[in-house]
């Protein structure tokens, strides 16, 4: 049985600063010790591979780091009108499977979309970490959907993965905004600024998240 959810909008954007900060020195750490780490490696295949996790943990660390200014500074003159399709391809080219063994990225969207006016940068960003986390969610041979489609006079991006469902009643989740918990807080607070709506389905096949949002 698939749940479905709408995500509130949180007023406040002081605690999810300082979880951001927090979430991007872990990235950094883990980082930097891979980093340290990887000279002792002898195997080409794996030093390969390394680098790999290195370059993929310091691109999360980057689009975490890019939430921040949306979140302390709601400023309209950042809304500018922008061709969703640009945004995937964006997307797209920022986003790169982190590893051979990693999920497939499968890009969908309809063939004509109308433009939306938002902060396309944080957009983007968002929409870029959502994925990584819909990556770090599914099975060696699993796969992550993006696609863009006009539904009910609105705009949905929506990311889906066939991994473990995301679950905001966990234990985990409750400690505090850290991971998946914590970009979907961010998200529904901008996406909700930007006069839409984020919403989380879940069930026994996997996780989509969409970002619901009005057209221009």
Known sequence: MSRRQHLPTLEDPVRLTLALCHEVANFLAAARLSAHLIGRETDPSRIRADAEDIDTVTRQA?????????LLTDAPASRLYVDPREILAAVERAVTQPAPRGPVLDLRSQGDLPDLRVDADALHHLIVTLVFGAWEASPPGGRVRLAAEVDEGELVFAVTDTGRPYDAETPDARVGPRGRCLVLDVA????????GGVYVETGEAGTRVELRLPVA
């Open 188 to 195: 529904a607070t901008l996406v909700g600024r930007w006069g």
């Open 62 to 70: 980057g689009a975490i780091v890019a939430h921040l200014r949306p």
